[in-house]
């Protein structure tokens, strides 16, 4: 650490050498000068912390020489050295920035004191520059910080008006700082949030919270925007959506210690994710609704393909001019538009709105939804354990079935290779004792609905979390993380509970509770039903049919026999393998449906080629994956055959495939 520099500076050389020598002795560093040029001179290029400085001295005298050393650095301190006839100027001196004087003649005592005080203001002042320094470098970087925030920064008063707005305001609500400032908060609400914030606060009696410094209250709020008005169809256009923590502002003085004196708060913009929130509800709405259609469309094109296939059959043995001919033919167009009907099923996407609860049978939900999503996931065995005498309950259908979906889609992607649900149905009478642990609200009858899969399960940490919103175990795009969330969330708003059992490796079991009435009577149920004309083909040869449904094996056949095939018929991919394998005579085609339970058409298509690499196969399908059938395509498949299907686009199909 260097020593304190003082510049003395006299005319008279005996001066300046005592001086010199006396500080010397104390430790300072000191330059000497004879004339107010050499003093500016020396401290031009030395950094001088104290002047000594006789006033009267020829040429340039004491006050022409501080004021050049004012310019250089305003902060130094100069002590003026004057005789008993020249106070009056020595206070002058002192009026043009002296920071002292001293009387000669002195003694050493005196000049040491004075000296030393000097030394202990520049210090002061060093300090007190380093400190301003920090403060204002602090200040600006914590404006920076509050000017760019992506988050809304404000104050209010006690009267809850504002006294400080970021920028922010201006970039997300178009509101510029200083127009804000002295108007109400409440005023660039929405009006059903008006006054949240005051009633929190309130200071006209007692207050709702301890009113003290720390205290953060968490709120969410509607801010508008400054020029739009509001659209009824969008609520996101003329509000932005906040987050909101604030905190009160309470009096520093002691005698008036924590009097309300306002609020800071801080405000997050969550507008786009509760957009995105709202679009994944409707995501996940979509998706059990869409898994919904695939279902039914599936069992319309069955029950199409069978009318087309049998009033195709009974058209061969008519005119194309009678009249029963074109009877049939109108039948042809009805299914025509009923397949279209389907298409349509799968493009259906609307926003669902909750419709009156009706009383029901848990078990018609059950099977049917069991039933549509087993069309989905033929690779997935759904075994039914219903207790034939349930309790009703009433329910929002549409949402119940939301919850079952979700459920059955949760245990498709424990499954991806396939496995088994089980879908149990139980009537419960439970306790008040039980009632908590089971998560219900009070005692009384209800209704259990178990439905369990043989997938990979789940550890405790997923456990804890699996009804979390927006929390996932899947890939990304293939789940939204909302599904159990929005099953639970249903389930509770129909006065239920939801429990899950599971462990690695050991699959899961997803089991719910529904009031039960037993004295109410179930409301009744209604449920819901390509066009090809061209020329009859007949040919010859063995053709194996392989569907799982009846209905399409038994028309299918017969309009097989009809074109003169032989036909054998499958049931199952693995009875189609087993027929192929102990086939002696050969097979000239095999017409193979795509969804089926157990092995489906791809990997019957694998192993099928594997045993004949030289037979023919057609692909039959009314609902399947596109990446499945260009797979089975793109590996030698000859043809598609969309279903339903008439008897003339079978014997186009075909002969196309053997004439390829």
């Known amino acids: 650490m260097r020593p304190e520099q003082i510049l003395v500076v006299d005319d008279e050389k005996r001066i300046v050498d005592s001086i010199t020598r006396c500080l010397t002795r104390e430790g300072f560093r000191v330059f000497c ?67 002292d004087y001293l009387k000669k003649p002195f003694e050493f005592d005196e000049l040491i004191k004075t000296v030393n005080n000097g030394i202990a203001q520049r210090h002061l002042i060093a300090e007190k520059q380093f400190y301003a320094a920090r403060l204002e470098a602090s200040e600006k970087k914590y404006q920076y910080m509050v000017d760019n925030s992506p988050d809304l920064i404000f104050t209010l008063d006690e009267t809850f008006c504002f006294s400080f707005a970021n920028q922010q305001f201006e970039t997300l609500l178009g509101y510029l700082p200083l127009e804000l400032k002295g108007n109400s908060f409440d005023a660039i609400l929405h009006e059903d949030d008006r006054c949240k914030l005051t009633r929190l606060f309130q200071t006209d009696g007692p207050p709702t919270r301890e009113l003290s410094p720390g205290c953060n209250i968490a709120l969410n709020l509607r801010f508008k925007k400054a020029g739009v008005e509001e659209n009824r169809y969008d609520p996101y256009s003329a509000f932005a959506f906040m987050e909101m923590k604030a905190s009160v502002l309470t009096s520093q003085d002691i005698k008036s210690a924590h009097e309300f004196k306002g609020v800071y708060a801080v405000a997050r913009d ?70 279209e009907m389907t298409r349509q099923l799968l493009d259906f996407s609307r926003k669902n709105s909750r419709q009156a609860t009706i009383t029901l049978n848990i078990n018609y939900l059950l099977k049917t939804s069991a039933k549509m999503f087993g069309r989905t996931r033929k690779d997935i065995i759904i075994r039914e354990e219903l207790d034939k005498n349930i309790w009703p309950i009433v329910v929002d259908e549409i949402q119940i079935n939301q919850v079952l979906m979700n459920l059955f889609v949760n245990a498709w992607h424990a499954m991806p290779k396939g496995g088994r649900i089980t879908v149990k149905s139980q009537n419960l009478v439970i306790e008040s004792e039980h009632a908590q642990k089971t998560g219900l609200d009070q005692a009384g009858d209800y209704i259990r609905v178990c439905v369990a899969d043989t997938g990979t399960g789940m550890d405790k940490e997923t456990l804890s979390r699996i009804f979390d919103p927006f929390f996932t175990t899947k890939t990304q795009g293939r789940g939204t993380g909302l599904g159990l969330a929005t099953a639970y969330g249903i389930i509770k708003a129909h006065k239920g509970s939801f429990q899950v059992k599971s462990s690695p490796g050991k699959g899961s079991i997803f089991m719910f509770f529904l009031p039960a009435v037993k004295d109410r009577a179930y409301t009744d149920h209604v449920l819901p039903l390509t066009k090809n004309k061209g020329r009859l083909i007949s040919g010859k040869g063995r053709v194996l049919l392989v569907d799982d449904e009846k209905e399409v094996i038994e028309v299918c056949k017969e309009m097989l026999e009809a074109l003169g095939y032989e036909v054998l018929i499958a049931g199952a991919g693995a009875q189609a393998v087993s027929v192929v394998q102990n086939d002696v005579k050969g097979i000239d085609l095999m017409i193979l449906d795509v969804v089926m339970p157990g092995m489906g058409g791809v990997q019957t298509y694998d192993a099928v080629r594997h045993l004949n690499p030289d037979i023919r196969v057609l692909v039959c399908s009314g609902l399947a994956p596109k990446e499945d059938i260009r797979q089975m395509i793109d590996n030698g498949c000859k043809d598609f055959l969309l279903k339903p299907f008439d008897i003339a686009t079978l014997s186009e199909k075909i002969e196309s495939v053997f004439s390829a």
């Open 33 to 99: 000068a004879y004339d107010g040029l050499q003093a500016v001179s020396l401290f031009n290029t030395q950094k001088i912390d104290l002047v000594l400085m006789d006033i009267s001295m020829p040429g340039m005298d004491g006050y022409e020489a501080m004021a050049r050393m004012f310019e250089v650095d305003p902060e130094v301190l100069v002590i003026i050295m004057t005789g008993f006839a020249s106070v009056a100027s020595a206070v002058s001196a002192l009026k043009q920035g002296a920071w």
């Open 270 to 339: 969550v507008t786009e994710r509760m957009r995105l929130e709202a679009q994944l509800r409707q995501a996940q709405k979509m998706e059990a609704i869409g898994t919904f259609a695939s279902g039914i469309a599936h069992d319309f094109n069955n029950i199409l393909m069978s009318i087309q296939g049998y009033a195709s059959l009974v058209k061969i043995g008519f005119n194309r001019e009678s009249e029963e001919y074109k009877r049939l033919s109108n039948i042809d167009e009805y299914v025509h538009n009923g397949a």
